[in-house]
């Protein structure tokens, strides 16, 4: 079943529209490490799932928790990339495209896309690949978007969603989301 099939979708999520009932989320492994702030070793789990899109005032790290999906953000930052043994060398374009095949292709997860002020437009238009004043312009989501708009295996394995709520397939055309044939 691809992204908003409506055929078979609500057979699936047994009638609801919410990623929490469409996914299913497992603990791949935990994860410790030293927080100076609690000054005590910490464990967090290492889910299959991950969630992309704006934190807007804490929204998306709310949503990874409750669906079980981990988040990359300035507050994660550390944890995120020990889960994924990210090197410091790595560029973020390496990085990113590091987690999203591991979710897909190791864990069997999903990337749930929450486009809530996302600009769609910028991604759609591209050049945004290689580009490192993205961090500087607040466009690394919109630039998270453009990559997996023009990556198959990872289009067929993402939810794309509005807080949690998933968007159907004319949804998506409607606001130009759809796979980017290269």
Do not use: C
């Not at 090197?87 to 979710?103: C, H, K, Q």
């Not at 004319?170 to 980017?180: A, D, P, V």
């Amino acid at each position: 079943m691809k992204q908003g099939d409506e055929v078979g979708f609500k057979e699936i999520t047994g009638g609801s529209n919410l990623v929490k009932d469409a996914i299913e989320s497992k603990v791949v492994k935990q994860i410790s490490y030293w927080d100076k702030n609690l000054n005590k070793l910490v464990e967090v789990p290492k889910y299959n799932n991950v969630a992309l899109g704006k934190d807007l005032n804490g929204t998306l790290k709310a949503f990874g928790d409750e669906v079980g999906a981990n988040v990359w953000t300035s507050s994660t930052d550390k944890i995120f990339t020990k889960m994924y043994d990210l090197p410091d060398s790595y560029s973020f374009e390496r990085a990113i495209t590091s987690v999203l095949n591991e979710t897909v292709k190791v864990n069997g997860g999903k990337v749930l896309f929450d486009i809530t002020s996302v600009n769609v437009e910028k991604a759609i238009v591209g050049g945004l690949v290689h580009n490192q004043e993205l961090v500087f312009k607040n466009l690394v989501t919109e630039f998270e978007l453009q990559m997996v708009l023009l990556n198959q295996t990872w289009f067929d394995n993402i939810i794309f969603h509005e807080g949690g709520r998933i968007l159907s397939q004319n949804e998506l055309l409607s606001i130009g989301i759809k796979l980017i044939e290269q």
